[in-house]
T-cell receptor, first 112, second 113 residues
Framework: DSGVTQTPKHLITATGQRVTLRCSPR?????VYWYQQSLDQGLQFLIQYYNGEERAKGNILERFSAQQFPDLHSELNLSSLELGDSALYFC???????????FGPGTRLLVL | DQQVKQNSPSLSVQEGRISILNCDYTNSMFDYFLWYKKYPAEGPTFLIS?????DKNEDGRFTVFLNKSAKHLSLHIVPSQPGDSAVYFC????????????FGTGTRLKVLA
């Protein structure tokens, strides 16, 4: 158990819909990262937050947004969902930034 | 453009033998490299890392080798055990203020008993 929690574990929705994925980092970790893993793909970095502020941005679509709250949990919002958004979404955390990241179990999103 | 490549999608090794997983990168600005292991239905877990100032790092049965001139790193597992069967990802970090990690596509290792 990495100490990073993600909810929900599974999510099935329809095209055009909007969903919110939630992540609670390890106790004391200030940085949260979001990754997308599509079928047979590596983990694609989406975005990083550090203590509530956006720190780095990767290949995140404009339809996706994220935020980190004062209690350090983070949410990833995916809107106008398309079939190609079906993937595993991982959250990771680290104490500040640049160190080893600890991953949550992921949220499996299926867009029908 | 895939900056971190794991060209072998899968590898099978007999229990007790050496497993060698390879990773190539293209960006010479990468200064820190990690290996993660992932079991089905779980998130990746950190295994071992190496800084670009070193060429080898060892932790028990796991050793990572870095060849900067070839932009290549490898993970050696000796001896391999059935519990090592998992997907292994290498990751590299660029030298920048953002500590953004780039992951490879993974290699599925199967250790045969």
């Amino acid at each position: 158990d990495s100490g990073v929690t993600q909810t929900p574990k599974h999510l099935i929705t329809a095209t055009g819909q909007r969903v919110t994925l939630r992540c609670s980092p390890r106790s004391g970790d200030l940085s949260v990262y979001w990754y997308q893993q599509s079928l047979d793909q590596g983990l694609q970095f989406l975005i990083q937050y550090y203590n509530g502020e956006e720190r780095a941005k990767g290949n995140i679509l404009e339809r996706f947004s994220a935020q980190q709250f004062p209690d350090l949990h983070s949410e990833l919002n995916l809107s106008s969902l398309e079939l190609g958004d079906s993937a595993l979404y991982f959250c990771a955390s680290s104490p500040s930034g640049g160190e080893t990241q600890y991953f949550g179990p992921g949220t499996r999103l299926l867009v029908l | 453009d895939q900056q971190v490549k794991q060209n072998s999608p899968s590898l099978s090794v007999q229990e007790g033998r050496i497993s060698i997983l390879n990773c190539d990168y293209t960006n010479s600005m990468f200064d820190y490299f990690l290996w993660y292991k992932k079991y089905p239905a779980e998130g990746p877990t950190f295994l071992i890392s190496i800084s670009s100032i070193k060429d080898k790092n060892e932790d028990g049965r796991f050793t990572v080798f870095l060849n900067k001139s070839a932009k290549h790193l490898s993970l050696h597992i000796v001896p391999s055990q059935p519990g090592d069967s998992a997907v292994y990802f290498c990751a590299a970090r660029r030298t920048s203020g953002t500590y953004k990690y780039i992951f490879g596509t993974g290699t599925r290792l199967k250790v045969l008993a």
